[in-house]
């Protein structure tokens, strides 16, 4: 993989001998041939900078076709467009808050059904599949509770019940989990996150694992239009060449910084799946390359919140993950905003919940910012007396 993501056939223009993929800005394409048009005629449709994208994430995932969109919804929610009035789609139930929003809000106007459900209960999975299930969706490790989902396990459940498999790849990329090679029929990514890395561009990725199916969504890419401009491609391709140090650097990060917030008085939860209690660690280990850079952690409640964000300095309070700087995010007002209350507290998504995505700092730097601001926190007393026995 490492050397995957530098030795492509985009890897240099065959044209110029160029070491940066060209950027086409073309809309449009003159036909050389008025009964027979050459390979691109509108760039909706196909443009040389966005293939050489798809070309790339198509390979890095092993799939048959790989397609760019103007953002991660816009891939998720042209590639729920497969489905039709009267069937069912079943979701992981603490999913992004934008894909909540897409199923539970827009797919229901169309006469589209849908079921959350705990993914990591393959038992759950199998009770809540209906004769008129066609896609099972699953995020893995999950945004933001980080809980994993036996890869292979679903896709049994949904080859037997003759469902798709869409999986959100977001959170570890092809350089930790391969979805694809586990069985799963579609990728996604928000290549906003750690595929281009740098918090500058906005773009989805969307990946098949057979040609007939990559086929069918692009049409709908065509169709419906929301392709991703050139020059963010170019972006994302930049990034991608430096994934692999950049995600291994932040994962270790992530792993150190996950055991120091777990043995602090005021931080009553810890989730990652590399801390070895984690309940998904031992299926992570299996099915995953690695654990990620992402993790979340709960304080007593949002006041805590609100005092622990006042006095870090080194992440950045934003909205999104995946970047060179750490970023803390607060999942209620942000990822998950549009989700109603009750839905986050009966999932656990918390007024005490933050999620942290682990940038190239010095791990011991973000440490010592933690260390400095949780000393601000109150911690409650019997949850400080459980921690110290």
Not at 29 to 46: A, E, I, L, N, T
Not at 63 to 89: E, K, N, P
Not at 201 to 209: D, F, S
Not at 281 to 303: H, K, M, T
Request: hydrophobic content about 40%.
């Amino acid at each position: 993989m490492q050397t995957k993501l530098l030795h492509n056939k985009h890897k240099f223009d065959s044209e110029t001998g160029a070491v940066s993929v060209p950027i086409q800005h073309a809309s449009t394409f003159h036909q050389m041939d008025f009964d027979s048009f050459g390979k691109y005629d509108y760039s909706r449709s196909g443009n040389p900078t966005r293939e050489a994208l798809e070309q790339a994430i198509a390979e890095l995932e092993g799939g048959a076709r790989g397609l760019a969109f103007s953002s991660g919804m816009s891939a998720i929610s042209t590639s729920f467009l497969l489905l039709s009035q009267g069937d069912h789609v079943l979701v992981s139930e603490d999913v992004y808050g934008g894909t909540f929003r897409i199923v539970s809000e827009v797919l229901s106007r169309f006469g589209i059904e849908y079921t959350f459900t705990d993914m990591t209960n393959l038992h759950d999975v199998a009770s809540k599949i209906r004769p008129n299930t066609k896609i099972i969706y699953i995020e893995t490790p999950s945004n933001p509770l980080l809980k994993v989902t036996d890869i292979r396990g679903i896709v049994k459940l949904a080859k037997a019940n003759n469902c798709l498999t869409f999986l959100d790849n977001t959170f570890l990329t092809p350089a930790l989990q391969r979805p694809l090679e586990l069985g799963v029929d579609v990728v996604l990514h928000s290549a906003t996150k750690f595929l281009s890395g740098h918090s500058d561009v906005v773009a989805g990725l969307a990946v098949a694992r057979d040609a007939e199916l990559g086929n069918k969504l692009y049409k709908l890419q065509n169709s419906f239009g929301a392709i991703l401009g050139v020059q963010d491609c170019w972006l994302v391709l930049r990034g991608l060449k430096t994934l692999h140090v950049r995600l291994e650097q932040s994962t270790a990060s992530a792993r150190k910084v996950a055991e120091y917030l777990s043995k602090q008085p005021a931080v009553e939860e810890v989730y990652y799946p590399g801390l070895t209690y984690h309940p998904g660690y031992s299926i992570q280990r299996y099915q995953a390359d690695g654990p990620g850079a992402v993790l979340s952690f709960r304080l007593e409640n949002e006041a805590a919140v609100r005092t622990l964000v006042q006095n870090v300095k080194l992440p950045v309070f934003a909205v999104s993950l995946g970047a060179v700087e750490t970023i803390l995010s607060y999942p209620a007002k942000m990822s998950h905003a549009a989700m109603p209350k009750a839905e986050r507290d009966a999932r656990g998504i918390t007024d005490g919940l933050l999620r942290l995505s682990v940038g190239l700092e010095k791990a011991e730097d973000l440490i010592k910012d933690f260390e400095e601001a949780l000393e601000k926190v109150p911690a409650k007393k019997a949850h400080y007396l459980a921690k110290s026995r």
